[in-house]
């Protein structure tokens, strides 16, 4: 679900090998051998969002759920949690 609200079950969170930070937070389901790559689970609160070859919605879910900023300057990957 891109709203964030849908729970992954119990299968394994795999991390993708990916540069974004975003990926420090989201991970795939694996269906079986092969994880699957239209769904990103949230490690914080395993909310299941819509993956389309960006970050974008990844972003947004940390920003309006978990209240986390992602910035980027000159290739160097800052976290900020807002209060």
């Not at 970050?55 to 992602?70: A, C, K, Q, V």
Request: hydrophobic letters at 35%.
């Amino acid at each position: 679900m891109a709203d964030g609200r849908g729970e992954a079950d119990e299968r394994e969170i795999i991390k993708p090998p990916l540069r974004s930070s975003v990926w420090k937070h989201f991970g795939f389901c694996k269906d079986g051998d092969v994880p699957n790559k239209s769904l990103a689970v949230c490690r914080i609160c395993k909310g299941q969002v819509k993956y389309n070859s960006n970050t974008t919605n990844l972003s947004n879910h940390l920003l309006r759920r978990h209240r986390i900023w992602l910035h980027f300057i000159f290739d160097i990957n800052i976290v900020l949690f807002l209060c």
